[in-house]
């Protein structure tokens, strides 16, 4: 079945460590995204990418980077510099959508998510 | 600046009985599309329901729909038969406008509506 893995579930970093969440989609989407979810909020959008070696930043980009060497896979880094790193991330991917074509409809499909605490 | 609102926190609906779940939105593009996702407490985000701004018809999903009230910017989720697994949260959430040569798929997200079907 196709889908969207993200890893590992749950991650803990400690002071000035960086970590790296992995997601890997097999839906042969072009578009990927990384979300952050704080505790009774909504998604607030990191970083995405709607093609390879390509990849723009969201609303909170700050303290995070990413990278997108293959289709198929999106990692995002949590750096030190990101003081606040606790939430669950979650990772999307979509078609790209192009007005016009017909895509208009197509949702951005999740992953199940990573929890990062920091000890 | 295009934003989603969802004013109710936690809503209780009895099994068996409609449930409608407010969403209402800002933007100054005529072109949008609107999404509806459930969340259970394990985190994963499934998709539901679409409704694109030049819809002539109210979407529907099953046992989902969307009012759909253009000039009131509202796109209320409504579940129907409630059943006791359609406790989760429940966001809505809007697709930014184009970027004219490319393509985005980038979401706007509310702050969810918790919602507690009982027996």
């Known amino acids: 079945d196709g889908g969207i893995t993200q890893s590992p579930k749950y991650l803990f970093r400690k002071e000035g460590q960086n970590v790296t969440l992995s997601c890997e989609q097999n839906?042969?989407?072009?578009?990927m995204y990384w979300y952050r979810q704080d505790p009774g909020q909504g998604l607030r959008l990191i970083y995405y990418s709607q093609i390879v070696n390509d990849f723009q930043k969201g609303d909170i980009a700050e303290g995070y980077s990413v990278s997108r060497e293959k289709k198929e896979s999106f990692p995002l880094t949590v750096t030190s510099a990101q003081k606040n790193p606790t939430a669950f991330y979650l990772c999307?991917?979509?078609?790209?959508?192009?007005?016009?074509?017909?895509?208009?409809?197509?949702?951005?499909?999740f992953g199940d998510g990573t929890r990062l605490s920091i000890l | 600046a295009q934003k989603i609102t969802q004013t109710q926190p936690g809503m209780f609906v009895q099994e068996k009985e409609a449930v409608t779940l407010d969403c209402t939105y800002d933007?100054?593009?005529?072109?949008?599309?609107l999404f509806w996702y459930k969340q259970p407490s394990s985190g994963e985000m499934i998709f539901l329901i679409y409704q694109g701004s030049y819809d002539q018809q109210n979407a529907t999903e099953g046992r989902y729909s969307l009012n759909f009230q253009k000039a009131r910017k509202s796109a209320n989720l409504v579940i129907s038969a409630s059943q006791l697994g359609d406790s989760a949260m429940y966001f809505c959430a809007m697709r930014e406008g184009q970027s004219y040569g490319g393509a985005t798929n980038k979401l706007i997200f509310g702050t969810g509506t918790l919602l507690a079907v009982q027996p």
């Open positions: 999307a991917s979509s078609i790209p959508f192009l007005q016009g074509a017909g895509y208009s409809n197509q949702p951005q499909h």
């Open positions: 839906l042969n989407h072009d578009a």
């Open positions: 933007t100054s593009d005529p072109s949008y599309g």
